[in-house]
DNA sequence: CCCATTTTTTGACAAAAGTCAAAAAATGAA
DNA sequence: TTCATTTTTTGACTTTTGTCAAAAAATGGG
């Protein structure tokens, strides 16, 4: 009886994963649908992106990009999350950035500097990722030169929220930037534990601890 | 005779004003040199940025922008020095950035996302500009589809400054804030007072003083 | 459902940096 | 050069956040 319990258990869970899993067509339409915000894509940009990016499952907790690495591919999350870290002088992980469905990822220092990086990508969640390789994207550049557009206001796009993020911690305290969070980014309770949030707060876990229990 | 000394130094400073002042077409070819490093210029994109944007004098400690203004135009500092704050909480500035000859500046937030500034900018030394308005800067980008090239990778460049310096506040103490910029940008002590690089590191005047008096 | 593992919380104390006030030093306009 | 103004330094004390250790709570694989 249990051993039915299990098996039924386990095909339900591969059922809802099925459920889940987006088709190849749907994946690239979410791309394509976040490119085109910026600026329309040609039906022929389209093919080549498909032609020079490939979509790819990975597991939770895998890593991306290790400190050493030159980072050479950009990642679109089609589902999942992942969050970017270093290791700070006593080895311990530091949160800089977490991205969620419909975002891109790269190591802005080593993929646009092509400098080896210091800092880490990995998996937070179980991803469908398309991935497309920093020489490929460059001959999309060359081939399609109004793709410079895209690629120019996605990069407008990035920084903005880079120097948002640079500025809470240059303006605010803490307290004032755990608030904030959850003001703008609620779900983000949902899927990430309050030690990952607390070094992206640039605080320590205990220091987030003593701020939510007063509120 | 004092009244000749007098009158000696003035004519020499005037002389070396002129002779630091660079010709319109010297300023422009220092616009192009820095454009030009991340791709070709045609001639025609050339005049057209002539033709878009204009060369102005700046005396210093004079506003580029305020806040609540929208950034509706990019600067380029030919000669000269600009410093981006904002105001905190009790009013007092804050400098997030300072600004040099064969440099962009723009209130990323104002100018990007084309919101009201929280920032000001304010030059630090008399300037030599070249100014060149939003909307005429897009007319550029789009009768000259390849300018998005130069544009995406300016934005590059600058993306990767800031995430630098984001990446310097959230990893180093204020000590190694201060030696990695007296390391990196050791003239920047010669044309900044402590005060404003105190703030720069993100730490008060004192502390900037305790630091240094200890080394 | 259970237990090992991970995450979060709490307490006591330490370290880094800020604040305020006053003195010292540097700057710059007349 | 002189004097007023601005900038920098110094001392005493406070605030914020970090660190270490241990307990409590939550999570998740078998």
Redesign the pocket.
């Known amino acids: 009886m249990i051993g039915f319990v299990g098996l039924f258990s386990y095909l339900a869970v591969n059922y809802l994963e099925i459920m889940l899993k987006l088709s190849v067509s749907e994946s690239y339409e979410r791309l394509f649908a976040a490119f085109s915000q910026f600026h329309p894509l040609s039906q022929e940009l389209r093919d080549a992106i498909v032609d020079h990016s490939k979509l790819m499952n990975v597991a939770k907790k895998q890593l991306l990009l290790s400190e050493g690495e030159k980072s050479d591919k950009i990642y679109f999350i089609v589902t999942g999350a992942a969050r970017i870290y270093y290791l700070n002088e006593?080895g311990r992980e530091k949160n800089t950035w977490f991205l969620f469905e419909n975002e891109l990822v790269i190591s802005v220092h080593s993929f646009f500097a092509s400098q080896a990086s210091f800092e880490y990508i990995k998996t937070m969640e179980d991803c469908s990722l398309i991935v497309l390789s920093r020489s490929r994207l460059e001959q999309l550049y060359e081939k399609f030169v109004s793709f410079n557009i895209i690629g120019r206001k996605l990069t407008e796009y990035y920084y903005i929220r880079n120097e948002a993020q640079a500025n809470s911690l240059r303006m605010h305290?803490?307290?004032e930037r755990y608030l904030q969070l959850i003001a703008l980014q609620p779900q983000i309770l949902q899927r990430v534990?309050?030690?990952?949030?607390?070094s992206y707060l640039?605080?320590?876990?205990?220091?987030?601890?003593?701020?939510?229990?007063q509120l």
Chains 1, 2 share one sequence.
Do not use: N, P, V, Y
Not at 202 to 213: D, K, M, N, V
């Open positions: 006593e305290s803490a307290k534990s309050l030690g990952h949030i607390a640039g605080i320590s876990a205990e220091t987030l601890s003593r701020i939510r229990s």
